[in-house]
């Protein structure tokens, strides 16, 4: 079994920054993939980033481009979403997703969500 936690959310007013980090625990055989997604009161939940933690490669929604940076420690099977200039609209829930690979005689690709960090900006 896999366990994603999340932490750093909190309240900060427009313009703060805040750190959220994502530790995914448990039988890992490896990591594709790692995002982050965000829903606010009334809408849809959507992609906000995400890495692919062997390469490091990275892709932003273009509400968060140039704000956000997503990052990884490998090591740690960790990734965390750094948020700076944060605006009003960025209040939200936070989730942070995995597709991890298990092994069981083989491998295989398992999706997993961590239980969502709030994170409240003030105008």
């Known amino acids: 079994q896999v366990q994603l936690v999340e932490s750093g959310g909190g309240l900060v007013q427009a313009g703060g920054s805040l750190r959220l980090s994502c530790a995914a625990s448990?039988?890992?055989?490896?990591?594709?993939?790692m995002k982050w997604y965000r829903q606010a009161p009334g809408k849809e939940r959507e992609l906000v980033a995400g890495?692919?933690?062997?390469?490091?490669?990275?892709d932003y929604d273009d509400s968060v481009k140039g704000r956000f940076t997503i990052s990884r420690d490998n090591a740690k099977n960790t990734v965390y979403l750094e948020m700076t200039s944060l605006k009003p609209e960025d209040t939200a829930v936070y989730y942070c997703?995995?597709?991890?690979?298990?092994?069981?005689?083989?491998?295989?690709?398992?999706?997993?969500w961590g239980q969502g960090t709030q994170v409240t900006v003030s105008s």
């Open positions: 890495i692919i933690p062997s390469s490091g490669s990275t």
């Open positions: 448990g039988s890992i055989f490896g990591l594709n993939a």
């Open positions: 997703n995995a597709a991890v690979d298990l092994y069981n005689d083989y491998v295989y690709t398992s999706e997993y």
